[in-house]
């Protein structure tokens, strides 16, 4: 039990990590896109700017999570990680894209502040912990291989075995 705590602890730090630079990444761009400037390139598209930058912190994070928090885990395909990366980070964005919303546009809370703690705090928050789960359990499973019992006659496995070693001495180094 202790050993598989902590497994999972080492999965969420290094899961925070990698996030901790695509939150820097898609708060970055998200502020670029809409206050850098007079006028900013996207002032008055906040759901543009929040959308383009999850995609490029998308990235980012795809490359993390694949190559160093689940790099253990086997693979499923690269097309079908990467669709379903993309997909679930898709509906994580749509939580956060769906705080800014409400707050800019239902309680017309307009301020450079709110539209950040709405989008990039409350909603990250919530976007985090379901793509913590949706990514763990279903884009980087863990598979549990068994090992196939071989049905070969005693005798028929030797013979395969002298056959490879004398492959191997047959062969120039």
């Known amino acids: 039990m202790l050993e598989r705590v902590r497994g999972l602890t080492h ?3 290094k899961f925070g990590v990698v996030g901790g630079l695509g939150f820097i990444v898609d708060v970055g761009i998200f502020n670029l896109l809409r206050f850098a400037g007079d ?3 996207l002032e008055h598209k906040p759901l543009t700017a929040k959308g383009i930058s999850v ?4 990235m980012v994070t795809y490359l993390g999570n694949r190559h160093w928090t ?5 693979r499923s395909g690269a097309r079908r990680e990467v669709t379903l ?3 679930l980070n898709g509906l994580g964005m749509l939580i956060a894209v769906g705080c ?5 546009y239902v309680l017309d809370l307009r301020t ?12 990250l928050v919530l976007g985090m912990v379901f793509r913590f789960w949706t990514y763990r359990t279903i884009v980087f499973k863990e598979r549990r291989y ?6 070969a006659e005693p005798l028929d496995l030797i013979g395969r075995l002298a056959a490879e070693e004398a492959h191997h001495e047959a062969s120039p180094p």
């Open 11 to 13: 999965e969420v730090v």
């Open 39 to 41: 006028p900013g390139l």
């Open 55 to 58: 995609a490029v912190a998308t």
């Open 70 to 74: 689940w790099r253990d885990r086997a």
């Open 85 to 87: 990366f993309f997909l």
């Open 100 to 104: 800014l919303a409400v707050s800019h």
């Open 112 to 123: 450079p502040l709110a539209d950040n703690i709405s989008a990039n705090v409350v909603g």
């Open 146 to 151: 068994e090992e196939p019992e071989v049905e």
